[in-house]
């Protein structure tokens, strides 16, 4: 057995042992509001099949999402807890499929503590994994990953016949990803700089491309044909113009992931109060200053550094137009920028320990384990508030409304 193959092992295994410490206390957690309207959907869904192809979530077209939520509501019914558990299995897959992807650009090392950094839920996004309904990130961030794998095998394959075969596998997973949710289109980027570095022309890098752009294309013109999606947005000019404030916003909260507590801003007055309503203040600021750093790290940095930076910021821009500018930003949705941050995480910090004496690695080992044990206390802050936030009166009542014609009388 080769060592990815065993890192590949150790990292599936530490995965899923992370992932169940950090998010089995969501296994009991009610549905959320953000439920509600999947669920509205799937139960007539069950004598119209036809329901599937409608819009559930206006304006996006995300087919395979809808019928993965439908096929779970079929297995599980309302118990709610079944929901959070395969989100959570489907999270564990997503950690080895990164620490996968990741094993060329980053080696080994870097690779499997991304894949474990993932897996454990950073505070930024473990809502992501905690609300039933999510899985249109959880599933395109799947295929947006294997589609890197495949893309990455189809140009290191020796035989045309086999590059070919690879690269429609590849553009399948695409399709899938795109099925899924609309912010899989950004897979594009990440695959290209993934291809670069093992091109034999750059013929061959264009010709694979050139199969994503088709897709994409096709996959544009449906949105145009239908007025669903990009095509709704692109008409709205004030997601244009908000689209650099809110990547900037969103990437400060990925790195700092405080946000403003409704039950913390009550009591204002108090000192941390204070702090936490002036952070949330100078984002735009703090993101200036993180685009910054990380333009410095592009310019000084490896060409692994360079490609994890460009396809961040790929998967950001989605984010910016997707949400429109009255929406609130909702860091569930950064569950697939999460993947290059983890990995930039986990880049930055084997270089840092590289170049450290023993004094300066023991300190950045306690940093590391604070950080991670802060992580932890963010994602059972989600696990609390989305379990408030399901037994709110309210969501119960419309809960049992719908759950009433279908369960049986006791």
Same mark, same amino acid.
């Given at each position: 057995?080769?060592?990815?193959?065993?890192?590949?092992?150790?990292?599936?295994?530490?995965?899923?042992?992370?992932?169940?410490?950090?998010?089995?206390?969501?296994?009991?957690?009610?549905?959320?509001?953000?439920?509600?309207?999947?669920?509205?959907?799937?139960?007539?869904?069950?004598?119209?099949?036809?329901?599937?192809?409608?819009?559930?979530?206006?304006?996006?077209?995300?087919?395979?999402?809808?019928?993965?939520?439908?096929?779970?509501?079929?297995?599980?019914?309302?118990?709610?807890?079944?929901?959070?558990?395969?989100?959570?299995?489907?999270?564990?897959?997503?950690?080895?499929?990164?620490?996968?992807?990741?094993?060329?650009? $980053?080696?080994?090392?870097?690779?499997?503590?991304?894949?474990?950094?993932?897996?454990?839920?950073?505070?930024?996004?473990?809502?992501?994994?905690?609300?039933?309904?999510?899985?249109?990130?959880?599933?395109?961030?799947?295929?947006?990953?294997?589609?890197?794998?495949?893309?990455?095998?189809?140009?290191?394959?020796?035989?045309?016949?086999?590059?070919?075969?690879?690269?429609?596998?590849?553009?399948?997973?695409?399709?899938?990803?795109?099925?899924?949710?609309?912010?899989?289109?950004?897979?594009?980027?990440?695959?290209?700089?993934?291809?670069?570095?093992?091109?034999?022309?750059?013929?061959?890098?264009?010709?694979?491309?050139?199969?994503?752009?088709?897709?994409?294309?096709?996959?544009?013109?449906?949105?145009?044909?239908?007025?669903?999606?990009?095509?709704?947005?692109?008409?709205?000019?004030?997601?244009?113009?908000?689209?650099?404030?809110?990547?900037?916003?969103?990437?400060?909260?990925?790195?700092?992931?405080?946000?403003?507590?409704?039950?913390?801003?009550?009591?204002?007055?108090?000192?941390?109060?204070?702090?936490?309503?002036?952070?949330?203040?100078?984002?735009?600021?703090?993101?200036?200053?993180?685009?910054?750093?990380?333009?410095?790290?592009?310019?000084?940095?490896?060409?692994?550094?360079?490609?994890?930076?460009?396809?961040?910021?790929?998967?950001? $821009?989605?984010?910016?137009?997707?949400?429109?500018?009255?929406?609130?930003?909702?860091?569930?949705?950064?569950?697939?920028?999460?993947?290059?941050?983890?990995?930039?995480?986990?880049?930055?910090?084997?270089?840092?320990?590289?170049?450290?004496?023993?004094?300066?690695?023991?300190?950045?080992?306690?940093?590391?384990?604070?950080?991670?044990?802060?992580?932890?206390?963010?994602?059972?802050?989600?696990?609390?508030?989305?379990?408030?936030?399901?037994?709110?009166?309210?969501?119960?009542?419309?809960?049992?409304?719908?759950?009433?014609?279908?369960?049986?009388?006791?």
């Amino acid at each position: 057995m080769n060592q990815r193959l065993l890192l590949l092992g150790a990292v599936a295994c530490g995965a899923l042992f992370c992932a169940l410490f950090v998010f089995q206390p969501g296994f009991d957690n009610n549905f959320v509001p953000e439920d509600v309207p999947l669920l509205e959907d799937a139960i007539p869904a069950h004598g119209a099949s036809g329901i599937l192809a409608t819009r559930w979530i206006e304006p996006f077209n995300r087919p395979l999402s809808q019928l993965a939520f439908w096929c779970e509501f079929r297995l599980f019914g309302f118990d709610s807890g079944r929901y959070v558990m395969t989100n959570t299995l489907i999270h564990v897959v997503n950690a080895v499929l990164l620490a996968w992807l990741l094993v060329g650009p $980053l080696g080994l090392q870097a690779a499997a503590v991304a894949g474990l950094l993932f897996a454990l839920g950073l505070g930024f996004y473990g809502k992501a994994v905690l609300t039933a309904s999510n899985v249109p990130d959880l599933l395109a961030t799947t295929f947006a990953l294997a589609t890197g794998i495949v893309a990455r095998q189809s140009q290191l394959a020796r035989l045309p016949q086999q590059r070919a075969g690879w690269m429609t596998i590849a553009g399948g997973l695409y399709a899938l990803a795109l099925a899924s949710k609309e912010t899989g289109i950004m897979a594009m980027v990440m695959v290209g700089g993934l291809l670069w570095p093992h091109r034999r022309s750059l013929g061959s890098v264009i010709r694979k491309i050139s199969v994503l752009v088709t897709i994409c294309i096709a996959y544009l013109a449906f949105q145009f044909v239908g007025s669903s999606g990009i095509a709704q947005v692109v008409r709205d000019p004030g997601a244009w113009l908000a689209l650099p404030l809110r990547a900037l916003r969103l990437a400060t909260y990925m790195t700092i992931p405080v946000m403003p507590d409704p039950q913390l801003m009550a009591a204002g007055e108090t000192l941390l109060g204070r702090g936490v309503a002036l952070l949330d203040q100078v984002r735009p600021v703090l993101g200036l200053v993180i685009l910054a750093l990380a333009a410095l790290w592009f310019v000084r940095g490896s060409g692994a550094a360079r490609w994890l930076l460009i396809s961040y910021l790929g998967f950001l $821009l989605p984010f910016g137009l997707i949400h429109l500018p009255e929406e609130p930003i909702d860091l569930q949705h950064a569950y697939l920028p999460a993947t290059c941050f983890c990995g930039l995480m986990a880049y930055g910090l084997r270089a840092l320990w590289m170049r450290s004496g023993r004094g300066r690695q023991v300190l950045l080992s306690i940093l590391v384990f604070v950080g991670l044990a802060a992580d932890v206390m963010l994602v059972r802050r989600l696990e609390w508030t989305a379990q408030t936030l399901g037994e709110n009166p309210e969501n119960r009542a419309r809960i049992e409304a719908l759950s009433s014609p279908i369960l049986p009388p006791p």
